[in-house]
């Protein structure tokens, strides 16, 4: 039976956004494969797999006005031209999520100038159009990555993954095609509400 929509309690918490480029199908798929062999030997979830494989231009920040966020991502999108991008080595960064030490392993992403700029271009430009899109590590302190598993189980785990595969040689490169969207529900957690909201072709 469905639920009857005057009982419907409206979600009241903050949203937060952010933009990436997506992986192509072959990056894609050798990510989502380690992922899937992580997950089957350490238990570590697949949430953060709920997100298409990408490289986001900065971390996430607030948005009260999702229909103007989604103009200038068409802005955006049409003014960027197809462009390379190579994935180096897989790293492996301590974290704490929701309370436990834990690991992000991700495949580190050689920075180019053009990938620079637009991550500068886009902390300017948001600033200017809308309010409080500050975001941790905006500016030089920024690390491009594509993240392959977070979180899940604590960082003695990770330690062990990534001494299993850190002599993996790793030379990925794909060409950029499309920017993404991604929207998440305050608080944020990795079994919390996200996804990918939207995919844009870029270039004009």
Same mark, same amino acid.
């Given at each position: ?14 949203? =937060?956004?952010? @933009? ?8 894609? $798929? ?30 996430? %920040? ?7 966020l ?27 999520l ?6 992000i ?7 180019? *100038? ?17 309010? $409080?899109?500050q975001?941790? @590590? ?5 690390? %491009? ?24 040689? *790793?030379?990925?490169? @794909? ?7 991604? *929207? ?13 909201? =939207? ?6």
């Amino acid at each position: 039976m469905l639920p009857c929509l005057s009982n419907l309690i409206p979600i009241e918490e903050d949203m =937060k956004a952010t @933009f990436a480029l997506l992986a192509d199908l072959d990056v894609s $798929n050798f990510v989502r494969k380690l992922a899937w062999d992580i997950h089957r030997k350490y238990c570590t979830g697949t949430s953060i797999c709920r997100l298409l494989p990408h490289v986001s231009l900065k971390q996430l %920040f607030e948005i009260e006005d999702l229909a103007r966020l989604e103009a200038y991502m068409h802005e955006f999108a049409q003014t960027i031209q197809p462009f390379p991008i190579k994935c180096t080595e897989l790293q492996l960064v301590p974290t704490i999520l929701e309370g436990m030490e834990t690991g992000i392993l991700w495949l580190d992403v050689e920075e180019s *100038v053009y990938l620079r700029r637009l991550h500068d271009r886009l902390n300017r430009e948001l600033a200017q159009r809308l309010a $409080n899109t500050q975001a941790p @590590f905006d500016g030089s302190e920024y690390h %491009f990555h594509m993240t392959v598993m977070m979180g899940g189980q604590p960082i003695e785990v990770y330690r062990t993954v990534y001494a299993e595969i850190a002599e993996r040689t *790793v030379d990925l490169g @794909f060409t950029v095609n499309t920017l993404a969207m991604f *929207v998440y529900d305050e608080p944020l957690c990795l079994n919390g509400n996200y996804m990918t909201y =939207k995919i844009l072709p870029i270039g004009g």
